[in-house]
T-cell receptor
Framework: NAGVMQNPRHLVRRRGQEARLRCSPM?????VYWYRQLPEEGLKFMVY????????ESGMPKERFSAEFPKEGPSILRIQQVVRGDSAAYFC??????????????FGPGTRLLVL | EDKVVQSPLSLVVHEGDTVTLNCSYE??????LLWYKQEKKAPTFLFML????IEKKSGRLSSILDKKELFSILNITATQTGDSAIYLC?????????????FGKGTLLTVNP
């Protein structure tokens, strides 16, 4: 059973470019979460998605950041016009369908974004 | 705002030693506390604790929660070099937002041969 897959593992962008981070949840999981880990900080919740729905985006910056989880294909975290402060590790996690299971989250290996 | 503080931030031990990692938390509406091990790749799930005083055990790792004093400890006995990692503690709130985990900064454990 493959775990949570993220790609790319490393991404380098220049200021002003766009970054697209992909996440495929574990097989059978229908809840996806994105977290950001800044240097020297703990993981911070960004957004929670189910298929075709954003459930909670309270942790996501209001500008330049967006997330989707289409009916087919991986979840995408998109950062437009990246700035140096966006440099971080972005982790995706998934959990199975069902009441009370959302905190049992399985994490992917992360995408390390470096903005030059 | 929910808060999780882990101590120590880093720890260096020799193989065979026993270590205790600490996690204290402040959360408005507590549901559960989780421990993860983060090596170079994905954080991997270790334990979820919801009740005070009940030890969870997996091999040489064990963990216990104290909901009155708002802390948890993770014990590793007979440490091995493969235990070297960052250990993350997270809390899950209740009230319908149990997915919104708040993480500590982690404890970096280095086990030397």
């Amino acid at each position: 059973n493959a775990g949570v897959m993220q790609n790319p593992r490393h991404l380098v962008r220049r200021r002003g470019q766009e970054a697209r981070l992909r996440c495929s949840p574990m097989k059978g999981h229908s809840h996806v979460y994105w977290y950001r880990q800044l240097p020297e900080e703990g993981l911070k919740f960004m957004v929670y998605l189910q298929k075709e729905n954003i459930i909670d985006e309270s942790g996501m910056p209001k500008e330049r950041f967006s997330a989707e989880f289409p009916k087919e294909g991986p979840s995408i975290l998109r950062i437009q016009q990246v700035v140096r402060g966006d440099s971080a590790a972005y982790f995706c996690a998934s959990s199975p369908l069902g009441q009370g299971t959302q905190e049992t989250q399985y994490f992917g290996p992360g995408t390390r974004l470096l903005v030059l | 705002e929910d808060k999780v503080v882990q101590s120590p931030l880093s720890l260096v031990v020799h193989e065979g030693d026993t270590v205790t990692l600490n996690c204290s938390y402040e959360v408005t509406n507590f549901r559960s506390l989780l421990w993860y091990k983060q090596e170079k790749k994905a954080p991997t799930f270790l334990f979820m604790l919801t009740s005070s005083g009940i030890e969870k055990k997996s091999g040489r790792l064990s963990s216990i929660l104290d909901k009155k004093e708002l802390f948890s400890i993770l014990n590793i006995t007979a440490t091995q070099t493969g235990d070297s990692a960052i250990y993350l503690c997270a809390v899950s709130p209740g009230g319908g937002s149990n997915y919104k985990l708040t993480f500590g900064k982690g404890t970096l454990l280095t086990v030397n041969p």
